[in-house]
């Protein structure tokens, strides 16, 4: 009887220690789950900028190659700081300056029409904004405040930025060798396999990112001339917004060409608003019919519904960030199934021919029927 209960008690107890380790392990990864993201962060990045990297380490060293890509990558932030922080605080202090005559406006306009002017005397709309416009200067001055009490946040901010790109500067310099030790505790086969995944998703990773950035820059030099022609103010940061705003897949050109286009109604509404929304409509068109599917075509290959997928559960996981890695992310998992169901030999089942029309009866003349009159005696 004994001996027949012990190996029970061996399971149960076997499998609430798995249950006990599989918990433990999943609170250890929650606690260290901001680590795990950069570090993640630092893998896409290593894998996106070895492009350039082994580019320049044809012709000088690797320290060197990963110095100027870095110093290139740092400067594109100042570039555009420079670029939109300047206008935005202009344009900010100017609203906080007109905002009382903003509102006198509005108090003419409304006393100007009866209907407005019936609404205004029934719940004094144009007192409130009045009220609320001498207040806007000090609500900035309040603003302000908070942002120098944000200063922690940002800190911690730059903490983090520094730490990927340390990571990732490791990553570049000694990637190949750690990838090449690790593959020596696994039988050659298999290493061999595994080397040929890496070294795809790497491909795909960064032909889909060089793809988006050059996708994405055509459409803010694009967008910026046709703002220019349009005499749209601030031409320069809203080319800079649709740019980054073009890195996102499938939604991201609609997004942006919609906050333009708001920015247009107050510029020379309408015919700057619908010329720009033609020029959208006509331009999502050809970016969505010739030259994203090239991109993906020689980068990713992935069916579109999945694109879709992964940019929905890549969003949903890391936010933008989630959107932005979702599809070389997917591309690489779609190549390690793919090289996975090779090893094990899983083939898809070939299609039954299809059954040939069955084929007409020839068209054979009846026999002659038997005449019914007898011969004529000879």
């Known amino acids: 009887m004994a001996s027949s209960e012990t190996p029970a008690v061996r399971v149960v107890v076997r499998t609430v220690l798995i249950v006990v380790g599989v918990a433990v392990t999943l609170y250890l990864l929650y606690l260290v789950r901001r680590p795990i993201s950069w ?28 110095t100027i890509v870095y110093l290139a990558l740092l400067t594109v932030p100042f570039l555009l700081g420079a670029l939109i922080v300047p206008p935005l605080v202009t344009e ?6 007109n905002a009382p005559q903003y509102a006198d406006d509005i108090t003419s306009f409304v006393n100007d029409n009866e209907r407005l002017r019936e609404l205004n005397r029934d719940y004094d709309i144009t007192a409130k904004l009045e ?37 990732t500067a490791f990553m570049l310099g000694n990637g190949r060798r750690w990838v090449h030790t ?22 795909a990773v960064g032909a889909y990112v060089a793809g988006a950035l050059a996708q994405a820059t055509i459409a803010g030099l694009l967008s910026y001339f046709v703002l220019l022609a349009l005499g749209v103010p601030f031409a320069a940061p809203l080319a800079v917004i649709i740019f980054f705003l073009d890195l ?21 509404f309408p015919t700057a608003t619908i010329i720009w929304a033609i020029w959208s409509i006509v331009y999502q068109q050809v970016e969505n019919n010739l030259i994203q599917p090239q991109i993906q075509k020689r980068a990713v290959d992935i069916n579109p519904f999945l694109v879709v997928v992964a940019v929905l559960f890549g969003s949903a996981l ?24 090779d090893m094990r030999g899983i083939t898809p089942r070939s299609e039954p021919p299809e059954e040939p029309p069955p084929e007409d009866p020839p068209n054979e003349e009846p026999p002659p029927k038997p005449s019914s009159e007898a011969p004529a005696p000879a």
Not at 186 to 201: F, G, H
Not at 318 to 341: F, K, M, T
């Open 248 to 268: 996102i897949p499938l939604i991201g050109a609609t997004i942006g060409a919609v906050v333009v286009g708001i920015v247009t109604l107050f510029t020379d």
């Open 131 to 167: 009220q609320e416009a001498g207040k806007l200067p000090e609500k900035l001055g309040g603003a302000a405040a908070t942002l120098r009490d944000l200063g922690l946040g940002i800190v911690n901010s730059i903490f983090a930025l520094v730490t990927i790109l340390i990571l």
């Open 92 to 97: 900010g202090n100017n609203l906080a300056e």
């Open 182 to 203: 690790a593959l020596r505790f696994i039988p050659e086969d298999r290493a061999e396999r595994t080397e040929r995944v890496l070294r795809r998703s790497a491909y």
């Open 39 to 66: 570090l993640l962060i630092a893998t896409f990045l290593a894998v996106a900028l070895s492009g350039p990297v082994n580019f320049l380490d044809a012709r000088m060293k690797r320290g060197f190659a990963i």
């Open 318 to 341: 890391l936010g933008v960030l989630g959107a932005l890695v979702a599809v070389p992310v997917a591309a690489s998992i779609q190549i390690a199934v793919r090289e996975y169901a």
